[in-house]
């Protein structure tokens, strides 16, 4: 049992941790050197724009292949989308300024036949007092007409009667005649 305590005092088992902590640091020490040196060359810069150039490249080539594959397909790409959208705007506004006018036509032609009413009422009173005053004028001839035509029968019953009893033949009388008087000249 001794001797197994004299194992383990003289073998020192190292700490992983401290190793790993000394390599990555050296690596890091190392490898950032390395990376300024690489940085700050040319061809670096150039590999750099060269990555770039062919990464736009690239999604230039799949916008256009994107772009050819929604015409060839009956679906809406974004710029189809947008301007339908735009259009759709565009006839709201045209639709907004449209029911805009309507409204103040028909309010102006509410007014408009507001006020021809408003005439019509006063020149229906107009004819209905002037019909009256007709009516009136009317009755009254007709019964001025009336009385004249009974005078007018009276008379020819009374002529009738005289011709009747007279039994003489009857001789013509000439009608007399008619002078003009002479106008007093000024």
């Not at 735009?86 to 006020?115: P, S």
Request: aromatic share 6%; net charge negative; charged share 25%.
């Amino acid at each position: 049992m001794s001797g197994e305590n004299g194992m383990s005092q003289g073998i020192s088992m190292p700490n992983p941790y401290k190793i790993w902590e000394n390599l990555y640091f050296s690596t890091e020490e190392s490898m950032g050197v390395l990376m300024k040196k690489m940085v700050e060359t040319k061809s670096f810069a150039n590999s750099i724009d060269l990555i770039l150039n062919s990464y736009l490249q690239y999604l230039k080539f799949q916008n256009e292949i994107t772009a050819a594959y929604i015409e060839s397909t009956p679906l809406s790409s974004k710029q189809d989308t947008a301007r339908l959208a735009r259009l759709l705007v565009a006839l709201e506004n045209k639709f907004d300024r449209l029911e805009d006018d309507f409204a103040n036509e028909l309010a102006a032609i509410k007014q408009q036949t507001n006020e021809v009413l408003e005439h019509l009422a006063v020149a229906q009173k107009g004819a209905e007092d002037c019909e009256d005053d007709v009516s009136v004028r009317i009755s009254t001839t007709l019964d001025d007409l009336q009385s004249l035509i009974a005078k007018v029968e009276h008379m020819e019953g009374s002529i009738k009667s005289i011709l009747s009893t007279s039994s003489a033949p009857e001789e013509e009388i000439p009608a007399p005649k008619k002078t003009r008087a002479a106008k007093p000249k000024p």
